[in-house]
């Protein structure tokens, strides 16, 4: 997926974002509403977080639930009578090794992760195609570019997520929609809270990367608001993004072999 800009867009906007009670979500919804956009909230539970901006409408979802994705479709209509921009942004994070993670694990992460994405877009795409106009926006993250060892089961999703989106950018554009997905690196979140899992090694270990990041959720969310604007296919968030991606797209073997390194010495081989 190419990952130049189209054009700026820069008037206000009907948006829902998923996974909006905290971390990337919630930045988003402040910086969305902060540049004038009319935001719908949306996360689990059923009352309102407290941490949301009071310019922020709010919605309880279930990214796993068709029925939630079937009223929050009845609300924008009823409310907005339409939709300019979809953030499937919830998901969950998970880390293990192949002979380590269960199958349960695998159960989850993907209804959340993969077929919540999966959810949105079969829930919107008809209305923005009757409109003839929207965006849609997909959070993987840069382990849908770049494949660290001991995380199969969150690279795969993330990875699909990526495939997803390229599918539908070209899918959708005879229909004036624009696609992008949005692959951050770690940063300063509660996503490691999600975890869970047989692999508790791996676990700890993302869980540092995590909380080790120099970079906030607001920081990335200001980034991915800039991406949005401009319409980019992939929405990479820092340096270190940028240099993985190119290494594996044009110095493969020195990628090769930065995973092999890291694969002995994290996982002990």
């Known amino acids: 997926m190419p990952s130049s800009p189209r054009h700026l867009s820069t008037s206000p906007r009907r948006v829902l974002v998923t996974g909006a009670a905290s971390g990337l979500g919630l930045a988003l919804v402040r910086a969305l509403v902060a540049r004038g956009d009319q935001v719908l909230a949306t996360d689990l539970q059923a009352e309102r977080p407290d941490a949301l901006p009071s310019g922020a409408a709010y919605l309880g979802l279930d990214v796993r639930s068709d029925d939630d994705w079937a009223a929050a479709l009845a609300h924008v209509r009823d409310t907005w009578g339409g939709l300019d921009l979809l953030v499937n942004n919830a998901g969950v994070a998970a880390g293990g090794r192949i002979d380590v993670a269960t199958m349960q694990e695998w159960d989850w992460i ?11 877009c079969r829930t919107f795409t008809p209305l923005l195609k009757q409109q003839g106009s929207g965006h849609i926006v997909n959070t993987a993250s840069l382990a849908g570019l770049v494949h660290a060892p001991g995380m199969a089961a969150y690279n ?32 300063r979140t509660n996503l490691g809270a999600s975890f869970q899992g047989a692999d508790t090694e791996m676990e700890d270990a993302g869980k540092r990367m995590v909380s080790g990041s120099r970079r906030s959720a607001d920081q990335v969310a200001a980034i991915v608001v800039r991406g949005i604007d401009a319409k980019r296919d992939v929405i990479l968030t820092d340096r270190e993004g940028h240099l993985a991606w190119r ?13 092999k390194r890291a694969a002995a010495k994290r996982l002990g081989a």
Do not use: Q, W
């Not at 290494?247 to 995973?259: D, E, G, I, N, Q």
């Open 156 to 187: 795969t999703v993330k990875a699909g997520v990526v495939a997803l989106s390229e599918t539908l950018s070209h899918e959708l554009a005879p229909h004036g929609i624009d696609v992008s997905v949005v692959c951050p690196a770690f940063f």
């Open 110 to 120: 993907i209804d959340i992760n993969l077929l919540g994405v999966v959810r949105g």
């Open 247 to 259: 290494a594996k797209r044009f110095v493969r073997p020195a990628y090769t072999a930065v995973m």
